[in-house]
C-alpha cells in the first residue's frame, strides 16, 4: 500500500514560473488537504477537498490553485511563483473528515523559489 | 477559529527519562479533537496520540500519554521511558482530520 505519494521531492523554482505538486492516494480517501510548513510556523491549511470535484480555502490560499477530479489525486497548482512560496509541502488525506479519523500525509515537497 | 501554542521551542531528555511537552489551545467548537503528530528528521508526519474532548480519561499509546485539561485548554504529552528513536519535531493540533490546525512544534533531543 503506497499511502499519500508526493511527487516531486524537490523542485527549484525561478520567480514568475508556474508549476502544480503531484498527490496521490490509494486508500479511497473522500478527504485530502495540503499544507504548507515554513520554519517556526508549524503547518498551515492551504486548500482542502471534501470529494471529486469539492475543493474549499484554507488559512492560506493566496497563489494557490487545486481542483479534485477524481478520488485518488488532489493537484496544487503555484500560477506564478514567488520566493514566499518557498517552503515544504504536504499533502494529507482521510477516510472522514472528522477528529476520530487518522489524517494521513504524503512524504512533503521541499519547494525553492529563487 | 482555533489557535494551538507552543511555548517550548526546544525540550531535552536523557534516554529512559521523563520529559513533558506543552501545548495550549483555543477553538470556539464545542466537541473537537486534539493531536500529537511527531516528524524525524524524514519529514514523515506521524500521529502519536489523539483525545477526544468529550472525553474526560487521558490518552494513552504504549509510552505516550495526555494530560488533558479542558478548563484551562492544556494538552500536554508525555514521554516515557525515552528512546533515542523519539527525537523529533512534535507538534499539537486540533481540528478535524481534513482541517488541522498546528503548533509552531517543540524539537525533542534525546542523549545518552
Known amino acids: 500500500n503506497a499511502g499519500v505519494t508526493q511527487t516531486p521531492k524537490f523542485q527549484v523554482l525561478k520567480t514568475g514560473q508556474s508549476m502544480t505538486l503531484q498527490c496521490a492516494q490509494d486508500?479511497?480517501?473522500?478527504?485530502m488537504s495540503w499544507y504548507r510548513q515554513d520554519p517556526g510556523m508549524g503547518l498551515r491549511l492551504i486548500h482542502y477537498?471534501?470529494?471529486?470535484?469539492?475543493?474549499d480555502q484554507g488559512e492560506v490560499p493566496n497563489g494557490y490553485n487545486v481542483s479534485r477530479s477524481t478520488t485518488e489525486d488532489f493537484p496544487l497548482r503555484l500560477l506564478s511563483a514567488a520566493p514566499s512560496q518557498t517552503s515544504v509541502y504536504f499533502c494529507?488525506?482521510?477516510?472522514?473528515?472528522?477528529?476520530?479519523?487518522?489524517?494521513?500525509f504524503g512524504q512533503g515537497t521541499r519547494l525553492t523559489v529563487v | 477559529a482555533q489557535t494551538v501554542t507552543q511555548s517550548q521551542p526546544e525540550m531535552s531528555v536523557q534516554e529512559a527519562e521523563t520529559v513533558t511537552l506543552s501545548c495550549t489551545y483555543d477553538?470556539?467548537?464545542?466537541?473537537?479533537?486534539l493531536f500529537w503528530y511527531k516528524q524525524p528528521p524524514s519529514r514523515q508526519m506521524i500521529l502519536v496520540i489523539r483525545?477526544?474532548?468529550?472525553?474526560?480519561q487521558n490518552a494513552t499509546e504504549n509510552r505516550f500519554s495526555v494530560n488533558f485539561q479542558k478548563a484551562a485548554k492544556s494538552f500536554s504529552l508525555k514521554i516515557s521511558d525515552s528512546q533515542l528513536g523519539d527525537a523529533a519535531m512534535y507538534f499539537c493540533?486540533?481540528?478535524?482530520?481534513?482541517?488541522?490546525?498546528f503548533g509552531t512544534g517543540t524539537r525533542l533531543q534525546v542523549t545518552l
Open positions: 494529507a488525506s482521510s477516510y472522514s473528515p472528522g477528529g476520530n479519523t487518522e489524517a494521513f
Open positions: 486508500m479511497n480517501h473522500e478527504y
Open positions: 477537498s471534501v470529494g471529486a470535484g469539492i475543493t
Open positions: 477553538t470556539s467548537e464545542s466537541d473537537y479533537y
Open positions: 483525545q477526544e474532548a468529550y472525553k474526560q
Open positions: 493540533a486540533t481540528g478535524t482530520a481534513s482541517k488541522l490546525t
